[in-house]
Every structure is written in structure tokens, then in C-alpha cells.
């Protein structure tokens, strides 16, 4: 049986997001993934893979390292 994954991620992306005033499809492909695949993982409909964390995490740290610095571990 799987672990349930944790909702915090997803609630982090949203709110980094909102606060670098970004739409999902902005932020999405600034970082190389679908709109929807971010409305997936803060939506907590779905478990980003490694890879698509650490796009999105590169294009959070790339607008504000700060914000990306609290990230959820």
C-alpha cells in the first residue's frame, strides 16, 4: 500500500505562485510543464515527479530565492 503523499507542496506551489503574482501557465511553462500538470500538483490531485519538483523549484528560485529557500522539504 502507498504512503498518502502530503498536501503541503501543493499548498507551497500556490502560494509561491500567487505571491510572484504568476498564472499557473505562466509558471508552468517558464518552467518547462503543463498548466495542468501545476493545477495537478496544487490541487493535490496528483504527486509531482522529482523532476518536474525540481523544474518548478528552479523557476521559483530563479524569480526569488528567498521564497524558494522555504520550501517544504
Known amino acids: 500500500m502507498k504512503a498518502p503523499f502530503s498536501t ?19 509558471l508552468a511553462t517558464a518552467a518547462g510543464l503543463s498548466p495542468s500538470t501545476l493545477r495537478n500538483a496544487e490541487t493535490n490531485r496528483h504527486k509531482l515527479s522529482r523532476h518536474a519538483s525540481a523544474l518548478l523549484f528552479q523557476e521559483i528560485a530563479r524569480r526569488d530565492a528567498i521564497l524558494a529557500h522555504r520550501a517544504p522539504d
Do not use: I
Request: hydrophobic fraction near 35%; charged fraction near 40%.
Open 8 to 26: 503541503e507542496v501543493g499548498t507551497w506551489l500556490r502560494r509561491a505562485r500567487e505571491k510572484l503574482g504568476l498564472s499557473r501557465k505562466v
